[in-house]
C-alpha cells in the first residue's frame, strides 16, 4: 500500500529553490520549521492501519481486506505454498505511522487548500482534538454542529436548499462553531460545501468557516495522490467525479479532513464510530473559559438519509444530543417529521409503513418487515423525546430560519436537562453569549418566566464585555444589570482592564506600570524585592495616572489612590513587565474623587477605541457631556501619540462622533433652559478630574462645540461682565468717557435685568393664583421671593466698579491706549529722536515696560491650574504672543544701540522696523469683530500657502538668475551686484520691469562700467571688437520668453488658484474657527487689571505686592469654573439626563424617518411578502396531505367504534361467527384500542435496546405491541439470564416461564435477566422525612450517595414488603437498622406496584414499595440518624423535598407521593 508520490516537493528541493533575500529566506525557514514539527508530532501521535498478510479473495489479485496485491507491504505477500492461519481482520491488520497528512490543494475555481490527515479507527478522540487545536491553529468551538443524512446525492427544493444553506452558514459564523460531515463530495455533505462556498464567494468578514470532513480512507477515490511518508505541503487532488465508480471524491469545499482508516478498502461506514467518540469528546470540553461550567454544545442536523441516518438519530438522542430535522428534505427526514405530527398512539407498524412507502418509493420494498417493526420502536422512542427533537418546518412562522431552530432546539434540550432554577437559566444565557446571539437571548431566555437579580447576571456582563459582545451589554442593562453593584468592587474593573484587547492605551499602560515598577524596585531590599517578583499587580491608580495625562495635567485624578491591587500580566515588546501596588499621584485633590460607574465602563470602552461599547456605556454616564468632550480629548491625544496611521484614523472619528454627541445634548439644553446649559458648561465636573465642559472642549480643540450659539451666549456675556448685552457699542463708549450718564439708567446692567425677570415671574405667577385659586406654586414662588430678596441692587460705586471692570470696556481702553503708543511711536521716530532722549521718548520707555510687565503677568497667571510648562507652550503657540516678544526684542535691540554713540543711527533703524511689527500685532486687537475677525484667519492660511509658494517660485527665479548671470557678465567678484542679478533682477521681471543688457537693441554702454570699478554701476556684459554685446541674443530673449511663461502665467496664476481654494476652504469654516479663538480674547482681557497702559503698572505694582509679598490667594472667578453645591449639582445632572434622553429619542426618530431606513423597511417588507407566498405555493399540497390524514383519521375512529359495537354484541351472545379482519395478522383489534391513558401504563425503561450491562439487544417492541392482549406474531426476543444468576446463558428456556408474565408488558427479553429471580423481585425504598425546623418551613428526606456517585433513596431487594432491605445495616448501622426495623409498622406505605426498570424482562420484574417513616424532632430516632448524617461525611444528606432533587424519575415520582402525604407542594 506504498503508491509512488511523483509531482511532491521535497524540503531538499525547497532549500534549493530559497531565495537569496534574508527576509523570503526567514519566512520559508520558519514555514518549514513549522512543518517538520507538524510531521514529527503526526508520525509520533497517528497511525494508519494495514494489512499484513495477503489472501486471495474471489478475485485472484485482491485480498480480502480489499487492496490489490501490489499495495500490500512485501512481508505481507506470503508464497504459495504458505499454510499459517486464515486471514482475520482483527490479527492481520496493525497499526503503523501514518503517511498521508499535510495541506491538500483542490484544482479549479478559487484554488481550495485544506488540512488532511489520515487516522487508524483507533486513535484517541483526544489526540485528534489536539491535532485540530493545536498544530493544525483552529480555535475551539462554541458549537458542534454535525450534520448527517443522505449520503448519495439527492433533490432539495430551491426554497430548503436556500434556507438552509444561509441557516447553516448564519449558525457558524455567529456562534463560531464546527461543522463536522462525512467529508465527500456527494448527499448531504456536498450541500453543506456549497453554503462554505457560497459564503466564502459573497464575504468574508467573519472569517472561515470550519467544515471538517470525517471519512472513510478506503472509499476515497483519487487517494494515492494524499500519500506522501513525510508528508504533502500541498498534495494537489484531482476531482474525478465520473470516474470515481462506486467511490467517493472529497468534497472540495470542506476545510479539513480526517480520513478514517481500519485497514480495508470499498467499505462505507468505517469513520461513523469514530467520528461518534469524537463528537463527544468535543461536548466534554468547557465551552470558552476553561473555568466555565458549561461544555461545548452538540447537535444534530438531518437532511433525507435512509436507516443509517435513523440509528444515528436514535443513539444521538440517547446520549442528549438534540436533532433537528428539516421536513421537506426526503426519506427518513420526512417520515420522522411526519410521525412527529400525530400522538403516540397513531405512530403505529401500519403506519410507519405507509410513511416508508411513501418517502422511500422503489426502495421501500427491499426492506423486511422486522426491519420496520425496529425502525417503528426507535422512531417512536425518538419522537418520545420531544425535548431533544425539533422538526424545522418552512410552512411555519414561528421557527424563523435553520440556524434560530438550531440554536433553540439547544436551549430546549439544556432547559430539560437542567433542574428548573437560576442554573438553568445561567447555563442558557451563557450559550447565548458564547454564540453572540441577541435574538435567541431575547426571545428564549429573558422572559417572564426567569426571575433575574442582578448580581446572578454580573458573571454575563463580565463576558459580554471582555467577549466584545455590546448587544448583549445592552440587553442584560435592560434587564436588570446595575452598574453600581457590577463596579462597585475595584478588582472587576481592574479585571477589565487586565482583559482589555491589544491597544495603544493598554501599550502605554504597560510603560507606565514599566517605569514605576522600576522606580519602586529602586526603594526596596532584596526581600522585598524577591517577593514582588512573586507576584506583580496594578491598581486604578496607574490607569489614573494615564488618563490623567491624556486629559491634562491641569485635572485631578479621577480615581483615588488605591488600597487595592489585581493581578495584572502584561506584554510589551515580547517582555512580560508587571508593577506593585502604587502611591497615590504627586497632586492630591482637594475632595476624594466621586465615582460614576457609567463613566468607569465608558472611559474603558473609550480607551480601547470600542465605539459600540463606548456609546452604550455613554448614555449610562451621570455627566454626559463632559463625558463626550472628555473622550474627545482623549481619543485626539492617543491619535496625535500613536504611531498607527489607520488607527489615528479610527480613533479621530470616534473623537468627531462625541463632538457630536456633546453637540447634540447641549443644544437640547440651551433650547429647553439657556441659564442651566451655561451653568453645564462652567461647573466643575467631580467625576472628570474637576475640570469643566468648556475646558475640555478647548483642550480638545472641538471649534464645532465652542461654536454654537449657546456656548457663544456665554462668551458674550462673559466679555460685557456685569453690563447686559443688550447695551449698543456706543453707548458703552460715551459712559466710559462721561461715567455719570450710568446712573440714569443709560446703561443696562445684567443684575437689573435678573431683578426684573424675577419679579415679572413672581407677579405672573401670583396673578395665576388669584384667578385659578390654586396653591400649588405657593412653595416655588417662597423660594424665588427669598431668591429675589439675595440679589441687591447695586449701589453707586459697584455700578463704577463693574463699568471699568468689564472685558468689553477694558477691550476699548486698550485700544485707545495702543492708538495712543503707536502715535507716540511714531513721532518720537519721525519728529523727535535726539541723541539726548526727549520727555516723550522717556514716556516712550515707560509704556513700554508697563507693556513687558503684562506680558509677565500673561505668562505666570494660571487660573486653571496648567503649570508653568504647559503655560508656556500655550504662551509660545500663539502668534500673538510672538509678536509681542519679537516687537519687545526688538525695541530693546533698538534701545541699546540707541543709547551707544556709534550705533545710533543703527539703532534707530531698528526701532522703525520694531516700529512695522507693533503696527502688525495691531491685527490681534480686531480679531474680536465679527467682521474682521475671519479675515484675519484667512489672511494667516494665506500666508502659510504663500510661503510654499515662494519656495516653488525661487527655483525659478534662482534658475533663470544664475543662467543670465552666467551668460551676460564675466567673472563679477561683487557679491552685492552678483545677489541682484542672479536673484533681484529676475523677481522684477515679474512685475514688469525687464532689464536692457539681453538685448541688442535696448543695450546702452554708458550704464555699465566696463571692468566692474564703479559700485553704482553693473559690470557690462562681453563686448566683441565692436564694443557690442558678444553673448547669444536668441538664447537670451527665448530664456526670457520661457521664465516669464512660467513664472508670470503659470505660478502666479497658481498662486491665484491656491489663494481661491484656501479662501473657499476656510470661508465655511472661518466663522467656527473665530468663534474657538475667541475665547483666549475674551479670557485675555477677562484676566486684564483695569487701568490701560501705561497706568497698568500700577495694577502689576500692586498684584506683585499681594501675590508675592502678604502671600495672599488670587481671587478666584467663578465666570470660567464654578463649584456647584452637591444639591444644585444632583439636579443640573438630572435635568441633564433627561435632556440626553430627549436628544437621543429625537435622533432615533430622525434615523427611523431617513430614506435610507425607509429603503430598508419597505424592502424587509417585500421580502416577507414573497416569502409568504412562496410558502403558500408549497403549502397548498399540505393542506391536501391534512385533509387526506384527517379523513384517515375519522376512518380510524369509525373502526374503532365498529369494534367496540362489536365487542358489546360478543358479550350478549349475539356474535355467531368471525367478523371479517380489518388489519393485518400482527394488528389486532387490541391495538386499536390503544388510548392515551392506556399508553401511560406502557413501560419504556424496560423496551431500551440495549440490555444494561450485556452484550443483548432487546427485540423492538413498538408501543402499540406492548400489552399482551395484542397479537404479535412476529414477537422472538432472545433469551437472557446474566452470569450472576447462576442458570445458562442463551440456553435451552424452563418450561415454566408462561407462568410468569410482566404486568407491564413485552420487554423484548425473555429470561431472568439481571435480576435475581423470575417474576417480582421485591425492593423497598425508604423515605424518611423531618421538618427543618420547628415552625414545619421545609420537609427534608434522607438521601444516600450511592456507589456511582448518584443520589438515591436508601433501600434495596428484600424478600418480604414488610421488612427492611439488609443492605441499609451498613448504611445506618445495626443498632439504628433495628429500631428502624421496629418503627418501620408504623410507617406508610405511599406506593407498592410494578416499576419500570431497564433490567426488567418478560419474566422478571421489579417491583417497588415506598415506606415513608416521618422523624419527629423530639424522638432519640430523630437525633441517632441526625448523628449518622453527620458522622457519615456527605455520604448521607438531608435534602428538600421539591421537584429540583436530583433523584432518578421512579424515586421522584414516589417523593411526590410523599409530599402530598404531607400536604406539601412538589
Not at 475551539?140 to 444561509?166: C, D, E, Q
Not at 500541498?234 to 480526517?258: E, V, W
Not at 482681557?1085 to 495694577?1099: E, G, M, N, T
Amino acid at each position: 500500500m506504498l503508491p509512488s508520490f511523483e509531482n511532491m516537493v521535497l524540503p531538499q528541493e525547497l532549500i534549493e529553490k530559497m531565495p537569496q533575500n534574508n527576509l523570503q529566506l526567514n519566512q520559508v525557514m520558519s514555514r518549514l520549521k513549522k512543518r517538520c514539527t507538524l510531521t514529527s508530532w503526526i508520525k509520533e501521535k497517528i497511525n494508519k492501519k494495514e494489512c499484513c498478510l495477503f489472501e486471495k479473495d474471489v478475485r485472484e489479485d485482491v485480498c480480502r481486506c480489499g487492496y490489490s496485491k501490489i499495495e500490500h507491504v512485501g512481508e505481507a505477500i506470503k508464497p504459495d505454498d504458505f499454510t499459517g492461519e486464515s486471514w482475520d481482520r482483527h490479527r492481520h491488520i496493525h497499526e503503523v505511522p501514518t503517511d498521508a497528512f499535510g495541506d491538500i490543494s483542490f484544482d479549479g475555481l478559487g484554488q481550495k487548500t485544506g488540512k488532511y490527515a489520515r487516522v487508524s479507527t483507533d486513535t484517541s478522540p483526544e489526540i485528534l482534538y489536539q491535532l485540530l487545536t493545536e498544530q493544525w491553529k483552529l480555535s475551539p468551538p462554541n458549537l458542534l454542529i454535525s450534520v448527517t443524512g443522505g449520503a448519495k446525492n439527492f433533490y432539495l427544493k430551491a426554497r430548503i436548499k436556500n434556507m438552509f444553506h444561509r441557516g447553516l452558514i448564519k449558525v457558524a459564523q455567529t456562534t463560531g462553531a464546527w461543522i463536522i460531515t462525512g467529508g465527500t463530495h456527494a448527499g448531504v455533505m456536498k450541500h453543506v460545501g456549497q453554503a462554505v462556498r457560497d459564503n466564502a464567494l459573497s464575504s468574508s468578514i467573519h472569517g472561515q468557516i470550519v467544515a471538517i470532513g470525517v471519512a472513510t480512507w478506503g472509499i476515497i477515490h483519487n487517494k494515492d495522490a494524499l500519500v506522501r511518508p513525510e508528508g504533502c505541503f500541498p498534495a494537489h487532488y484531482p476531482m474525478d467525479i465520473k470516474g470515481q465508480g462506486r467511490l467517493s471524491c472529497l468534497d472540495n469545499n470542506h476545510t479539513h479532513f480526517l480520513l478514517v482508516d481500519d485497514g480495508t478498502h470499498g467499505n462505507y461506514g468505517v469513520e461513523i464510530e469514530l467520528r461518534s467518540r469524537l463528537e463527544k469528546c468535543i461536548s466534554r470540553k468547557r465551552l470558552g473559559n476553561k473555568e466555565s461550567g458549561v461544555t461545548i454544545p452538540v447537535v444534530c442536523v438531518v437532511l433525507d438519509g435512509g436507516p443509517g441516518t435513523l440509528n444515528t438519530i436514535y443513539n444521538a438522542m440517547l446520549c442528549g444530543t438534540p436533532c433537528v430535522i428539516l421536513e421537506g428534505s426526503g426519506r427518513i427526514a420526512d417520515v420522522i417529521a411526519q410521525a412527529a405530527g400525530q400522538p403516540l398512539s397513531r405512530v403505529t407498524i401500519v403506519h410507519i409503513h405507509l410513511l416508508m412507502k411513501r418517502f422511500f418509493g422503489k426502495e421501500y420494498e427491499k426492506f423486511p418487515d422486522l426491519k420496520i417493526i425496529e425502525w417503528t420502536k426507535k422512531i417512536q422512542d425518538i419522537i418520545s423525546m420531544p425535548h431533544l427533537l425539533t422538526i424545522f418546518r418552512i410552512s411555519e412562522d414561528d421557527h424563523g430560519d435553520v440556524d434560530v431552530a438550531i440554536l433553540q432546539a439547544l436551549l430546549k434540550a439544556s432547559r430539560i436537562s437542567e433542574s428548573q432554577g437560576i442554573e438553568c437559566w445561567k447555563r442558557q444565557l451563557e450559550l447565548a453569549i458564547a454564540w453572540n446571539r441577541v435574538d435567541i437571548a431575547e426571545t428564549e431566555i429573558f422572559t417572564e418566566e426567569s426571575q433575574w437579580k442582578s448580581s446572578d447576571l454580573h458573571w454575563a456582563m463580565f463576558s459580554a464585555l471582555v467577549g466584545n459582545k455590546p448587544q448583549f451589554v445592552s440587553l442584560l442593562l435592560e434587564n436588570g444589570v446595575s452598574l453600581r453593584d457590577f463596579l462597585q468592587d475595584e478588582e472587576t474593573l481592574c479585571e477589565l482592564y487586565k482583559q482589555m484587547p491589544g491597544c495603544f492605551f493598554l501599550s502605554k499602560l504597560a510603560k507606565r506600570v514599566d517605569r514605576a515598577r522600576r522606580s519602586k524596585r529602586r526603594a526596596l531590599d532584596r526581600r522585598v524585592r524577591a517577593l514582588q517578583r512573586q507576584g506583580e499587580t496594578i491598581s486604578l491608580t496607574h490607569v489614573s495616572e494615564e488618563v490623567r495625562h491624556l486629559l491634562g495635567s491641569f485635572t485631578q485624578p479621577i480615581y483615588p489612590p488605591s488600597t487595592r491591587t489585581c493581578n495584572f500580566n502584561m506584554t510589551m515588546e515580547d517582555t512580560s513587565t508587571s508593577l506593585s501596588k502604587s502611591q497615590a499621584g504627586s497632586e492630591s485633590p482637594h475632595d476624594e474623587p466621586q465615582r460614576d460607574y457609567g463613566r468607569d465602563l465608558f472611559l474603558w470602552a473609550v480607551v480601547q477605541n470600542n465605539k459600540d461599547l463606548a456609546e452604550i456605556a455613554w448614555e449610562q454616564c451621570r455627566d454626559c457631556m463632559s463625558a463626550a468632550l472628555a473622550a474627545t480629548m482623549i481619543l485626539k491625544k492617543m491619535a496625535e501619540e500613536g504611531s498607527d496611521a489607520d488607527e489615528a484614523e479610527v480613533m479621530r472619528e470616534l473623537a468627531n462622533h462625541y463632538e457630536k454627541q456633546a453637540i447634540g445634548v447641549f443644544s437640547e439644553c440651551n433650547n429647553n433652559d439657556e441659564e442651566r446649559a451655561q451653568k453645564l458648561l462652567v461647573r466643575a465636573s467631580p467625576y472628570w478630574g474637576r475640570t469643566t465642559c468648556l475646558r475640555l472642549a478647548l483642550e480638545a480643540d472641538d471649534k464645532s462645540f465652542i461654536a454654537q450659539s449657546g456656548v457663544q451666549a456665554l462668551l458674550t456675556q462673559i466679555w460685557c461682565g456685569e453690563l447686559s448685552v443688550v447695551n449698543p457699542v456706543w453707548r458703552v463708549l460715551i459712559c466710559m468717557v462721561f461715567f455719570p450718564l450710568i446712573y440714569t439708567r443709560f446703561l443696562v446692567f445684567r443684575r437689573d435685568e435678573v431683578i426684573q425677570r424675577e419679579t415679572e415671574k413672581n407677579e405672573e405667577i401670583k396673578t395665576v393664583e388669584n384667578v385659578t385659586g390654586s396653591v400649588l406654586r405657593t412653595k416655588s414662588r417662597h423660594l424665588d421671593a427669598a431668591r429675589l430678596q439675595r440679589l441687591k441692587i447695586l449701589g453707586s460705586w459697584s455700578k463704577l466698579v463693574c463699568l471699568y471692570s468689564s472685558p468689553q470696556v477694558k477691550f476699548y481702553w486698550n485700544i485707545v491706549s495702543y492708538f495712543a503708543f503707536l502715535f507716540l511711536f511714531a513721532v518720537v521716530l519721525m519728529i523727535d529722536f535726539q541723541a539726548t532722549p526727549s520727555p516723550a521718548e522717556l514716556l516712550l520707555y515707560v509704556w513700554l515696560l508697563s507693556l513687558v510687565c503684562e506680558e509677565v503677568r500673561q505668562l505666570f497667571h494660571d487660573p486653571d491650574g496648567f503649570g508653568f510648562r504647559k503655560k508656556a507652550r500655550m504662551y509660545i503657540n500663539d502668534v500673538w504672543n510672538m509678536l509681542d516678544v519679537l516687537s519687545i526684542l526688538l525695541f530693546i535691540v533698538g534701545l541699546a544701540f540707541r543709547l551707544t554713540t556709534k550705533l545710533f543711527y543703527a539703532g534707530k533703524v531698528v526701532l522703525c522696523i520694531d516700529f512695522v511689527v507693533f503696527c502688525l500685532r495691531l491685527m490681534a486687537i480686531f480679531t474680536i469683530s465679527k467682521t474682521l475677525g475671519p479675515k484675519i484667519i484667512i489672511v494667516k492660511r494665506m500666508i502659510m500657502d504663500m510661503f510654499f509658494f515662494m519656495f516653488l517660485l525661487s527655483i525659478w527665479v534662482v534658475a533663470y538668475g544664475v543662467a543670465k548671470q552666467g551668460i551676460l557678465i564675466d567673472n563679477d567678484s561683487r557679491l552685492d551686484w552678483i545677489i541682484r542679478g542672479a536673484v533681484y533682477e529676475p523677481y522684477l521681471i515679474i512685475f514688469g520691469d525687464f532689464p536692457t543688457n539681453i538685448d541688442y537693441t535696448a543695450f546702452d554702454i554708458d550704464t555699465c562700467s566696463m571692468n566692474g570699478t564703479d559700485p553704482l554701476k553693473p559690470k557690462c556684459p562681453i563686448l566683441n571688437e565692436n564694443q557690442m554685446p558678444a553673448f547669444p541674443q536668441w538664447l537670451t530673449i527665448i530664456m526670457l520668453c520661457v521664465y516669464l511663461l512660467f513664472a508670470n502665467i503659470l505660478l502666479l496664476n497658481l498662486l491665484i488658484a491656491i489663494f481661491n481654494f484656501t479662501f473657499q476652504e476656510v470661508q465655511d469654516n472661518t466663522d467656527t474657527i473665530w468663534k474657538f479663538q475667541r475665547y483666549e480674547l475674551i479670557k485675555e482681557y477677562h484676566s486684564l487689571p483695569a487701568a490701560p497702559p501705561p497706568l497698568i503698572i500700577f495694577s502689576h505694582l500692586y498684584l506683585f505686592i499681594r501675590l508675592l509679598l502678604l502671600c495672599r490667594a488670587p481671587v478666584i472667578c467663578k465666570e470660567f469654573k464654578n463649584e456647584l453645591p452637591q444639591i444644585e449639582e444632583e439636579e443640573l445632572l438630572s435635568w441633564e439626563a433627561l435632556m440626553k434622553d430627549q436628544y437621543l429619542l429625537s435622533t432615533q426618530q430622525e434615523q427611523n424617518q431617513s430614506m435610507e431606513r425607509r429603503i430598508l423597511d419597505t424592502a424587509q417588507k417585500v421580502t416577507t411578502m414573497n416569502d409568504r407566498l412562496e410558502r403558500e405555493e408549497e403549502t397548498s399540497s399540505a393542506a391536501m396531505a391534512t385533509r387526506l390524514a384527517r379523513l384517515e383519521e375519522q376512518a380510524a375512529q369509525s373502526v374503532k367504534a365498529l369494534q367496540w359495537i362489536m365487542d358489546s354484541l360478543k358479550s350478549q351472545g349475539f356474535a355467531s361467527k368471525e367478523p371479517p379482519s380489518l388489519t393485518t395478522a400482527d394488528e389486532s383489534p387490541d391495538t386499536l384500542r390503544s388510548t392515551s391513558e392506556k399508553e401511560d401504563r406502557f413501560h419504556v425503561n424496560a423496551r431500551q435496546f440495549h440490555y444494561p450491562n450485556s452484550k443483548i439487544t432487546r427485540f423492538p417492541v413498538p408501543e402499540e405491541k406492548v400489552p399482551w392482549e395484542v397479537s404479535f406474531s412476529s414477537y422472538m426476543p432472545p433469551y437472557y439470564i446474566s452470569e450472576d444468576g447462576g442458570a445458562q446463558m442463551d440456553g435451552v428456556e424452563p418450561v415454566d416461564l408462561d407462568n410468569y408474565r410482566n404486568p407491564g408488558g413485552r420487554t423484548g427479553v425473555r429470561g431472568q435477566g439481571a435480576l435475581s429471580y423470575l417474576g417480582p423481585n421485591l425492593n423497598v425504598d425508604l423515605v424518611l422525612t423531618r421538618w427543618r425546623d420547628s415552625e414545619r418551613s421545609v420537609l427534608e428526606y434522607l438521601a444516600v450517595w450511592d456507589n456511582h456517585g448518584t443520589l438515591v433513596l436508601p433501600g434495596g431487594p428484600v424478600q418480604s414488603a414488610d421488612e427492611l432491605p439488609v443492605t441499609l445495616k451498613r448504611t445506618f448501622g445495626k443498632k439504628l437498622f433495628e429500631k428502624l426495623s421496629e418503627k418501620a409498622s408504623e410507617g406508610t406505605k405511599v406506593f407498592d406496584d410494578y416499576v419500570d426498570d431497564c433490567r426488567n424482562t418478560d419474566n422478571a420484574w421489579v417491583k417497588t414499595t415506598v415506606l415513608n417513616i416521618h422523624l419527629s424532632r423530639t424522638s432519640e430516632l430523630f437525633f441517632d440518624i441526625n448523628n449518622v448524617v453527620v458522622s457519615s461525611n456527605g455520604a448521607l444528606q438531608w435534602q428538600e423535598v421539591s421537584s429540583k432533587t436530583r433523584l432518578s424519575s421512579n424515586q421522584r415520582d414516589s417523593l411526590q407521593k410523599v409530599a402530598e402525604l404531607h400536604n406539601r407542594k412538589f
